[in-house]
């Protein structure tokens, strides 16, 4: 059943430069890309409300003052990885270890997606660790899954097109005890100086721990990594509100 805690809160993680968006990001930041009038990251605050998830939480990096600038007035609090250009996403969730220790859903700040993504994740059955997952083929820089029974077996971004069977979308679900787990795994990366790379290192060292973590799938629910001028236009015509 859906979590009904009023401690649920969301994490947008927004630290990256968005490098192949080339001059778009320059003076702006990726997740202030706008699609149809309203960006992507104030899109997803709308949504999050919309669903009574009022404590948000944006990791912030790159050109974090316009970032700040630009959505402070939608209510939201900020946390900063200030060594966004080496830690990649596992960094970002270190710079938020002070909000996880609650009911979570997080986010990549560069997703766009239909809004019953949220609410059908949220009405899902209460496992402590919950991926969104999309069970079309893997193409390049997709984070790749290998799941049996709604169980993630493998996450890699390097995992071969012939073992992977779905891909990560970026969003995910925590209980209390998820985050627990989630930030113990962490804290023993960073005891061995090891916060680089991407947050698939965690979540397979949890699977390797035999913690089960399971999947919610998209069936068929559009969604988009906004991370080219191709996903912008193919946002524009699948996105209108």
């Known amino acids: 059943?859906?979590?009904?805690?009023?401690?649920?809160?969301?994490?947008?993680l927004a630290a990256?430069?968005?490098?192949?968006?080339?001059?778009?990001?320059?003076?702006?930041?990726?997740?202030?890309?706008?699609?149809?009038?309203?960006?992507l990251i104030e899109r997803q605050i709308k949504i999050l409300k919309k669903n009574n998830i009022n404590k948000i939480y944006v990791v912030t990096g790159?050109?974090?003052?316009?970032?700040?600038d630009n959505i402070s007035p939608l209510n939201v609090n900020f946390l900063h990885n200030s060594n966004y250009l080496?830690?990649?996403?596992?960094?970002?969730?270190?710079?938020?270890?002070?909000?996880?220790?609650?009911e979570l859903i997080t986010l990549y700040g560069d997703v766009i997606f239909q809004e019953e993504i949220i609410t059908n994740l949220l009405n899902s059955n209460?496992?402590?660790?919950?991926?969104?997952?999309?069970?079309?083929?893997?193409?390049?820089?997709?984070?790749?899954?290998?799941?049996?029974?709604?169980?993630?077996?493998?996450?890699?971004?390097k995992l071969p097109k012939t073992v992977a069977n779905g891909k990560y979308v970026g969003i995910a679900k925590f209980t209390k005890t998820g985050c627990k787990i989630f930030k113990q795994t962490l804290k023993n990366f960073s005891k061995n100086n090891s916060l680089g790379g991407d947050i698939s290192r965690v979540f397979e060292e949890i699977?390797?721990?035999?913690?089960?973590?399971?999947a919610n799938f998209t069936d068929g629910l559009i969604w988009?990594?906004?991370?080219?001028?191709?996903?912008?236009?193919?946002?524009?015509?699948?996105?209108?509100?």
């Open 62 to 68: 790159y050109n974090a003052k316009i970032l700040r």
């Open 126 to 157: 209460e496992h402590d660790i919950t991926l969104v997952v999309d069970k079309s083929e893997c193409e390049k820089d997709d984070m790749g899954i290998f799941f049996e029974d709604n169980l993630i077996k493998k996450i890699d971004k």
């Open 207 to 214: 699977i390797g721990k035999q913690h089960q973590i399971h």
């Open 224 to 241: 988009l990594n906004v991370n080219t001028n191709d996903e912008i236009k193919k946002a524009k015509i699948f996105f209108h509100d």
């Open 86 to 102: 080496k830690t990649d996403t596992l960094g970002s969730f270190w710079s938020a270890m002070q909000c996880m220790d609650d």
């Open 1 to 12: 059943m859906r979590i009904k805690s009023d401690k649920l809160e969301a994490l947008i």
């Open 16 to 39: 990256g430069k968005g490098r192949r968006l080339g001059d778009l990001t320059k003076l702006s930041h990726k997740t202030l890309t706008k699609i149809n009038g309203i960006s």
